[in-house]
C-alpha cells in the first residue's frame, strides 16, 4: 500500500529508495531532527547526529535534488595532477557551460585516491543531493561500485579517455587514437626513417592501446621491425619521456625516430636528447600526441597528433545533459577525429 504522501507502508519510497522517514523512524527521531543533520544544523546531540548520519549511510539515502532547472550543475572529476592534457579539456567542458548555462565543479582527485565519503553511495547521494545532474569524468578510475551508485543516485556519467574499457552502461568520448597512432608512423615511415621507437602512456588506458596499435599496424605494413627495447611505457607526463626516451636514446642501437603518446612525453624525449647532444631534428625525429599548447611553444615547435580536446570537452558536456535528460544517445562511446599536425621536430632520414 501506498500512502497519501507518495511512500509506501514501509516508510520507503514507491520507486524503492529510503525517505527521510524511513531513516527518522529507523533512529527514533522525528523527521525534522534527520532533516537538521542533513543540513548541517548544530542544534542535535552528537550522539544523535552520529546515529543518524550511519543510518543515513546505511540505508543509501538519496536525498532530494536541487532544482535542475534553476542551478544545472555537472562535477568535472579529474584523476591525477591537471596537465596540458586535461586543461584543455578543462578549457572545453567549461566553455561549454558557460554557452548554456551550466555550472561546472572541476575537482580533482589524485590517482588511486578515493572521495573524502570513501562508501561510493555516500559520495553519489551528496552530489544528488547537492544538485548536480551529471559527473563527466577525465581519465577515470571509476570503480564498479561507484559506477553503480551514480546510476543509483540518477546522476549521469560521461567518461573522457577511460583508463581502462568500461562496460556498457558507461557512456564515453575520446578520439580516433588508433588511426592518430597510424599516421604519426606513417609520416615518420614516408621520411625514410625504419629505427622508429614508440613511447606510450599507462599500459592499461583504452587510448595507449589504440595507439600502439595504430603504430605497430604501420610498422608491419612497411615490413619494418620493431627491435627489443623500442616500446616502452610511462604515465604520458614530461618526467616519463626524459626517463624512458632516455633509455631509448642509450641503447645500442638507438631510434632515429621516436613516437610519443603525449605532448608531454615527447618534449621529455627532446630534453633526453638535447642531454647527449642530439639534435632534433637532425639527428632524431620526434611526434607527439594531442597538439596541446605545448606543441605549439616547443623549440623546436612538435610535429603531432591533434586530438580536438576542447571539442570532445563540449560533446562531453552535451551528452551528459541528454542523459540527464532522460534521453538516449546513439552509441555509448564516440570518437572525434584526429590530424596529423606536421612542424618542425621531424625531418627525413640522414
Known amino acids: 500500500m501506498v500512502t497519501k504522501d507518495g511512500r509506501a507502508t514501509d516508510g520507503r519510497a514507491t520507486d524503492g529508495r529510503a525517505t527521510l522517514a524511513t531513516v527518522a523512524d529507523a533512529a527514533g527521531v522525528s523527521v525534522a531532527t534527520v532533516s537538521k543533520v542533513l543540513n548541517g544544523r548544530r542544534d542535535v546531540a552528537p550522539a544523535t547526529r552520529a546515529l543518524v548520519q550511519d543510518l543515513l549511510q546505511s540505508h543509501d539515502y538519496?536525498?532530494?535534488?536541487?532544482?535542475?532547472?534553476?542551478?544545472?550543475?555537472?562535477?568535472?572529476?579529474?584523476?591525477?595532477?591537471?596537465?596540458?592534457?586535461?586543461?584543455?579539456?578543462?578549457?572545453?567542458?567549461?566553455?561549454?557551460?558557460?554557452?548554456?548555462?551550466?555550472?561546472?565543479?572541476?575537482?580533482?582527485?589524485?590517482?588511486?585516491?578515493?572521495?573524502?565519503?570513501?562508501?561510493?553511495?555516500?559520495w553519489a547521494s551528496d552530489l544528488a543531493a547537492a544538485g548536480f545532474q551529471a559527473v563527466i569524468a577525465v581519465v577515470s578510475e571509476l570503480s564498479p561500485a561507484e559506477v553503480t551508485a551514480l546510476a543509483k543516485a540518477r546522476v549521469a556519467l560521461v567518461v573522457i579517455d577511460p583508463l581502462n574499457q568500461p562496460d556498457a552502461r558507461v557512456t564515453s568520448v575520446g578520439?580516433?587514437?588508433?588511426?592518430?597512432?597510424?599516421?604519426?608512423?606513417?609520416?615518420?615511415l614516408e621520411r625514410g626513417h625504419r629505427r622508429i621507437a614508440y613511447l606510450g602512456g599507462t599500459v592499461a588506458a583504452a587510448c595507449n592501446q589504440a595507439r600502439l596499435q595504430g603504430y605497430r599496424g604501420a610498422m608491419e605494413a612497411a615490413?619494418?621491425?620493431?627491435?627489443?627495447?623500442?616500446?616502452?611505457?610511462?604515465?604520458?607526463?614530461?618526467?616519463?619521456?626524459?626517463?624512458?626516451?632516455?633509455?631509448?636514446?642509450?641503447?645500442?642501437?638507438?631510434?632515429?625516430?621516436?613516437?610519443?603518446?603525449?605532448?608531454?612525453?615527447?618534449?621529455?624525449?627532446?630534453?633526453?636528447?638535447?642531454?647527449?647532444?642530439?639534435?632534433?631534428?637532425?639527428?632524431?625525429?620526434?611526434?607527439?600526441f594531442d597538439d596541446t599548447q605545448l606543441a605549439r611553444l616547443a623549440s623546436p615547435p612538435l610535429t603531432t597528433v591533434r586530438q580536438p580536446l576542447?571539442?570532445?570537452?563540449?560533446?562531453?558536456?552535451?551528452?551528459?545533459?541528454?542523459?540527464?535528460?532522460?534521453?538516449?544517445?546513439?552509441?555509448?562511446?564516440?570518437?572525434?577525429?584526429?590530424?596529423?599536425?606536421?612542424?618542425?621536430?621531424t625531418?627525413?632520414?640522414r
Open 62 to 122: 538519496v536525498g532530494r535534488r536541487v532544482d535542475p532547472v534553476r542551478f544545472p550543475m555537472v562535477e568535472l572529476l579529474i584523476h591525477g595532477d591537471l596537465t596540458a592534457y586535461s586543461t584543455e579539456v578543462v578549457n572545453g567542458v567549461v566553455t561549454a557551460g558557460v554557452e548554456q548555462d551550466i555550472s561546472v565543479v572541476v575537482t580533482l582527485r589524485p590517482h588511486g585516491r578515493r572521495p573524502a565519503r570513501s562508501r561510493p553511495v555516500a
Open 175 to 188: 578520439a580516433t587514437n588508433f588511426l592518430g597512432g597510424l599516421a604519426a608512423t606513417q609520416h615518420l
Open 223 to 288: 615490413a619494418a621491425p620493431i627491435p627489443a627495447g623500442y616500446v616502452r611505457t610511462g604515465n604520458f607526463l614530461y618526467r616519463d619521456g626524459v626517463v624512458e626516451g632516455s633509455a631509448l636514446l642509450d641503447l645500442s642501437e638507438r631510434p632515429t625516430a621516436v613516437f610519443a603518446a603525449s605532448d608531454e612525453m615527447a618534449l621529455g624525449v627532446i630534453e633526453a636528447a638535447r642531454v647527449r647532444g642530439l639534435r632534433v631534428p637532425e639527428d632524431l625525429s620526434v611526434v607527439g
Open 310 to 345: 576542447r571539442e570532445i570537452g563540449a560533446v562531453a558536456l552535451q551528452r551528459a545533459l541528454r542523459l540527464a535528460a532522460g534521453e538516449k544517445v546513439d552509441s555509448h562511446h564516440i570518437e572525434l577525429a584526429t590530424e596529423l599536425i606536421v612542424r618542425g621536430s
Open 347 to 349: 625531418a627525413s632520414v
